[in-house]
């Protein structure tokens, strides 16, 4: 399996983005998430709105190594309608701001026009090793 | 010691900026927390577990927001709330205002009766309940 | 990858608190592609943050839903935050500490702390705070049917509860 959330981007602006996430029983974790029941984890939704914001960052800067970013924050990111194998999540992010700490974003996802997950988040790059500074 | 409306007030939309990641500029009295400040039904046991904290009271949700009222036959009929269900809403809410939905009877314009105002109505409410 | 984010369960206080850690390694796939070789930079491999938040959720789904017995589907609702001070590289452990907050019938909130621990030296240091909502799932919700069982707390979860015997003096 690889850690893949986002599957095609279908537009973008100079502030915002919008991804597609087909999910598929072919994704051996789901076996666990539910047995029996299979859903698409709330956290890998957020996953997916973080990559969609990587792939934002991408298009504002494509220097190699400056979509390398780790959600550094996340906030009142809320889950509704579950997204079962066979549907398409829709994701949606908007860059809110910028510091020196990283990019301020707003992600939605929806599946068949209901709110599967929306909340803000802040994606930063990753802070030094802790027990090594030197790696 | 009793505590003020105005107090109330205060620290009730600390809570809603809290819960539903708003401003405080966009909680006023007449803004509806669905419709207006996005809350949906998790935020609505988040801002339940806040009052309790922070009033020290117990709430059921169900004292805020009658669920059962709104699936009995008796008293919504095809999407439109009868006058019995109406009598029965106001019966268990008596801190909310009910004009609107008197006059549109719509199950769907429910949600709106639950502004800042109303919640601030059923804290202290509750408060003189509990004391 | 299985969808497991804790390795044991090291010490539970009932109806208030529980502890899971979770051991980073190498051998976990998910770590290849986050962050893989990109020009000419190395891999950089750190465990996603949203698989800590789960690491997590699941600690804190076990305390609430053994609060309530099991009986209830225990899913997560909300992330109301989640603040990350450090990153976890491959070699190191986590520790997830829940406390329960509150408590109910429709669901339960819950406050927590993970650190960061260099298992080589015992060097600790706080790698996130997250404060999450859990809710009751109704047999019906959204019109979706669920199974009668409770999928949630299966064998996986609860097994976790045999291994909670304390640890060896020194670990």
Not at chain 1, 6 to 15: H, L
Request: include cysteine.
């Amino acid at each position: 399996m690889r850690f893949e959330l986002i599957d095609r981007v279908i537009d973008a602006t100079d502030d915002s983005l919008v991804a597609t996430r087909c999910v598929t029983a072919a994704e051996e974790y789901l076996a666990d998430h539910f047995p029996g029941f299979a859903v698409l984890p709330g956290v890998m939704m957020l996953e997916a709105l973080a990559q969609a914001g990587r792939a934002l960052v991408r298009r504002l800067d494509p220097a190699p190594g400056a979509s390398r970013l780790v959600v550094a924050e996340a906030k009142n990111v809320k889950y509704g309608t579950m997204v079962r194998p066979g549907q398409t999540l829709t994701v949606t992010v908007k860059l809110t701001g910028r510091a020196d700490a990283g990019y301020a974003m707003t992600g939605e996802g929806t599946v068949d026009g209901q709110t599967a997950v929306k909340g803000k988040f802040v994606l930063a790059p990753p802070p030094p090793d802790t027990f090594d500074p030197a790696a | 010691m009793a505590m003020t409306k105005e107090e109330i007030y205060e620290k009730v939309q600390g809570i809603l900026v809290e819960a539903l990641g708003v401003d405080d500029d966009e909680v006023t009295p007449e803004a509806k927390i669905e419709a207006d400040l996005g809350a949906e039904s998790i935020d609505y046991l988040d801002i339940l577990f806040h009052f309790e904290k922070e009033f020290g009271l117990k709430i059921d949700q169900a004292e805020l927001r009658p669920e059962a009222v709104l699936a009995n036959e008796e008293y919504v009929n095809d999407g439109k709330i009868t006058d019995a269900g109406m009598a029965e809403l106001k019966k268990q809410m008596p801190f909310a205002d009910f004009a609107t939905l008197e006059a549109s009877r719509s199950v769907e314009d429910f949600s709106d009766i639950f502004t800042v105002q109303v919640l601030v109505n059923f804290v202290a409410a509750k408060l003189d309940e509990q004391g | 990858m299985r969808w497991i984010w804790i390795d044991r369960i090291v010490e539970h206080d009932p109806g208030q608190r529980l502890v899971t850690v979770k051991n980073v390694s190498a051998a976990e796939e998910v770590l290849h592609d986050h962050f893989p070789a990109e020009g000419d930079l190395d891999p950089q491999p750190l465990m996603p943050n949203p698989l800590i938040i789960e690491g997590m959720a699941q600690t804190a789904g076990i305390l609430v839903g053994h609060t309530g017995s099991f009986k209830e589907k225990v899913v997560l609702a909300k992330i109301k935050h989640a603040t990350f001070h450090a990153a976890a590289r491959p070699g190191t452990t986590l520790r997830h500490t829940a406390r329960l907050l509150n408590f109910g019938k429709a669901g339960g909130s819950t406050s927590g702390t993970t650190e960061l621990i260099d298992p080589h030296t015992g060097q600790t240091t706080p790698l996130a705070e997250i404060d999450l909502m859990f809710s009751h799932v109704d047999h019906n919700m959204a019109g979706l049917d669920f199974p009668e069982e409770n999928f949630v707390f299966t064998g996986t979860l609860t097994a976790l509860f045999d291994g909670l015997k304390p640890l060896p003096a020194g670990e």
